[in-house]
């Protein structure tokens, strides 16, 4: 049998009978041959990379590990932003070769979750830390997000984002929170912001006349973590807190263009919170107001 027939018979699994004869107008096979190939590919090179750069010298035998008393938990929206994305933009990989919206991320999950799947189970082998169910289920809960979405509305409503600003804290422990700004932006959670950008318009009656792209997100944020764990940063003399966030966003997927490299551009770019006034709550120092944060 060809890959060609395989693919055909697989999409018939997929989609259903009834709808094979509509979406056979718009599939593109070749497209979606090379994209598993492609993705098949990349999936074996990085995990082979990793097996080889970061894994191999140190793996053990696998062993559980449970770390969700760390970081204030931050770290698994990390896991969730990071997974939730991977399946964002795959999505579109399988939406170029035909596939429906919800097929299309269907599928963009499974793959995006094998991958980090393949990681945690390599994590696993780690004698300095190992396989997380705290990070396994924020792995499984950021694709969901995504995917759930296409199925109840056919369109994003909700997004999460991210956002980063220096903080001092990185010099008291520059090991684990970064010796430079290339590392710290993604080891030093004091500076790191997740938020959940809601499209407002998306939510109201259809007609509305509220602008599209004018977003409202709330954000989570922790201070004063100079260790994963908080008894170890009180040891040192701070003493962590949670921040929460209310802010106004942008949906810079509403912003009209011509242009395929600026609508690509705006694609990965949404991704990142845009710097707006910010409402801050937290029970150290009460309600701040920063006129920009970021």
Known sequence: MSFRSQIHILFLLIIGPKQLSAQLDTLHTNRLRNLII???????????GLSSAWYGEKAQGFR???????????DK???FYTNYHLTRVNAQAFRWAGLSPQKAALWAGISSLTFMTTIEILDGTQPDYGFSWGDMTANILGPSLYVGQQYLWGETRIQPKWSFHNTSLASQNPKLLGKSMSEQWLKDYNGQTYWFSGNISSFLPKQNKFPK???LAVG???QDMVNAEVAKSQQNGFFPYRQYYLALDFNLSHIKTKSKFLKGLLFLVDQIKIPAPTLEFNTKKGVIFHPIYF
């Open 77 to 79: 929206l990390g896991h």
């Open 220 to 222: 989570y944020g922790i």
């Open 38 to 48: 492609t993705e098949s590919v990349a999936y074996t090179g990085a995990i082979a």
């Open 213 to 215: 792209w004018l977003n």
């Open 64 to 74: 559980f590990f449970d770390d969700n008393s760390e970081w204030l938990q931050i």
